[in-house]
C-alpha cells in the first residue's frame, strides 16, 4: 500500500536526477506523475486574455474559463473532482506562482483517495515552479497562450510587465491590461519588499512605437533608482531625468504608490492622472484620495524650482486602492456612451461583494470593458488593484 513515506522517496528519486531538470515540460509531466504514481495528467495554461484554459499537449482541447469545471478550479483557485470521460475519476488543481494564476493542472486516476489528492497537490506546486523557471525563454509557452500575432510595442512592453499577481500574508496586488496584443503606452509595475509594496501605473501619450519606448524607459528608471532605496520624490526625478535626455519631447503620467505593510499608511505621488480610488466597507470612500495632481514625468520644465509633492494616508485593514489609466473610464458602451467612472466602480464593488478574489475581479471587469467595445478598445485601458490585509493578531 502506497505512503507518504513513498510518495517522499518516489519524488526525491525524480527531484535527484539532474537530467529532468532539462526536461521539456509534456515529458517532465508524464516522469513526474508516474513517478508520483498518477495515472495521467495533463498542464493547462491560461491564454494572454485569461479566456480559455490551453493544454500543453495536443491530445487534448482548449477549455473556456468561464464555462467549464477546468475554469472554475482557475477562477476559484480551488480543487474540483469530476468522473473522467474515459473512466476513473479527474481532479482539477490550480497551478499557482505565489498569487499568480497560471492554469491548472488535470489530474486522471482510476479512484481518488486522500493520498493521490496530496500526491497531485504535490506535483502542481513542482509544475507551477518548472512553468515560472522556463516560461521566460520557452517560446513553446508564448506560442500556446497566444491566440494572435501581437505588434511591436506591445511585444517590448511586455518583456517588462512583472506578473499580473503579487502578494504575501499583508498584501496582493493584481492588474489587468488591453488590448493585450496591440498596447501601446500603458503600462503597470508592482514589486514587494520586506516591509513595503511598490505599486505604479504608466501612461505614455499615444498608441505607438514612440509612446512604448517612453513607458519601457520610465519602468527602467522607475525601477533602477527603487532598487538603490531611493524615495518616492527620487523615483519620479529619476524618471524626469531619464526622459529628458533619452526622449525629451515624449512625457507620461503616473502614479507612485508605496505601502508599509506593518502599519497600513499608504503614500503616493500623483503625476498627472487620474487619482486613485479607495474602497472600503464595500463602498468608495468619495475623493479618499483626489489631490492637484504633479505635472507629469518627462516635463521638467514645468517642475523648475519646485519638487514632486508626496501624499499619505492610512489604510484600515481589508481596504482596497483601484489604480486605472483613462482608457477605462473613456471606453465607449454599446449605445455609444461613455463606461465612466461611476459604472467602472460600481462594477468592481459588487465583484468584491460576491466574494471574488482580486485577480477574478479584474479579469471580469476588463472582459466586460473590451465586449462592450465589440472587441475593439480606441485606446489602452490598464487596471491595477491592491489589497492591505495584514495578519490577524
Given amino acids: 500500500m502506497a505512503t507518504a513515506e513513498s510518495e517522499e522517496a518516489l519524488l526525491t528519486e525524480f527531484l535527484a536526477d539532474p537530467g529532468n531538470a532539462a526536461l521539456d515540460l509534456t515529458t517532465a509531466v508524464a516522469r513526474c506523475s508516474k513517478a508520483l504514481g498518477l495515472q495521467h ?8 486574455q485569461q479566456r480559455r484554459l490551453v493544454p500543453l499537449t495536443d491530445v487534448a482541447s482548449a477549455l473556456d474559463i468561464d464555462h467549464s469545471l477546468a475554469g472554475w478550479t482557475y477562477r476559484t483557485q480551488s480543487l474540483r473532482v469530476e468522473e473522467s470521460e474515459l473512466g476513473g475519476m479527474t481532479a482539477w488543481l490550480p497551478l499557482l506562482d505565489g498569487a499568480e494564476r497560471l492554469g491548472v493542472l488535470a489530474v486522471h486516476c482510476p479512484s481518488l483517495d ?5 500526491r497531485g497537490r504535490t506535483l502542481a506546486t513542482l509544475l507551477a515552479m518548472m512553468i515560472t523557471s522556463k516560461r521566460a525563454y520557452k517560446d513553446s509557452f508564448v506560442r500556446r497562450t497566444r491566440t494572435e500575432p501581437m505588434q511591436l510595442p506591445a511585444e517590448m512592453l511586455r ?8 502578494g504575501n500574508t499583508h498584501a496582493v496586488s493584481t492588474a489587468v491590461l488591453e ?11 508592482h514589486s514587494l519588499t520586506e516591509t513595503a509594496l511598490h505599486v505604479s501605473v504608466l501612461d505614455a501619450m499615444g498608441h505607438n512605437l514612440a509612446s512604448g519606448l517612453t513607458t519601457a524607459v520610465s519602468l527602467a528608471a522607475c525601477r533602477n533608482a527603487r532598487r538603490t532605496g531611493a524615495d518616492l520624490p527620487e523615483l519620479a526625478e529619476s524618471v524626469d531625468a531619464a526622459l529628458g535626455e533619452w526622449l525629451p519631447d515624449q512625457f507620461c503620467t503616473a502614479v507612485l504608490c508605496q505601502l508599509d505593510l506593518a502599519t497600513g499608511l499608504l503614500r503616493w505621488i500623483n503625476c498627472g492622472h487620474p487619482p486613485p480610488l479607495l474602497i472600503r466597507d464595500e463602498r468608495v470612500v468619495e ?19 519646485r519638487s514632486r509633492h508626496v501624499h499619505e494616508i492610512p489604510l484600515e485593514p481589508g481596504d482596497r486602492v483601484l489604480m486605472y489609466t483613462d482608457g477605462v473610464t473613456e471606453a465607449r458602451t454599446w449605445d455609444g456612451g461613455l463606461f465612466g ?22 479579469r471580469r471587469l476588463i472582459h466586460s470593458i473590451v465586449e462592450s467595445q465589440s472587441d475593439h478598445l480606441q485606446d489602452d485601458a490598464t487596471i491595477i488593484l491592491f489589497e492591505w490585509r495584514p495578519p490577524t493578531r
Fill in 341 to 362: 467612472l461611476e459604472r467602472f466602480t460600481d462594477s468592481v464593488i459588487r465583484a468584491t461583494a460576491g466574494g471574488e478574489l482580486p485577480p477574478e475581479v479584474l
Fill in 179 to 189: 488590448p493585450a496584443y496591440e498596447i501601446g503606452g500603458d503600462a503597470f509595475d
Fill in 159 to 166: 518583456a517588462f510587465l512583472p506578473p499580473r499577481t503579487i
Fill in 287 to 305: 475623493g479618499a484620495m483626489d489631490r492637484e495632481a504633479e505635472p507629469p514625468m518627462g516635463l521638467p520644465s514645468l517642475l523648475a524650482a
Fill in 114 to 118: 486522500p493520498l493521490s489528492l496530496r
Fill in 41 to 48: 495528467s495533463v498542464v493547462y495554461l491560461a491564454d494572454l
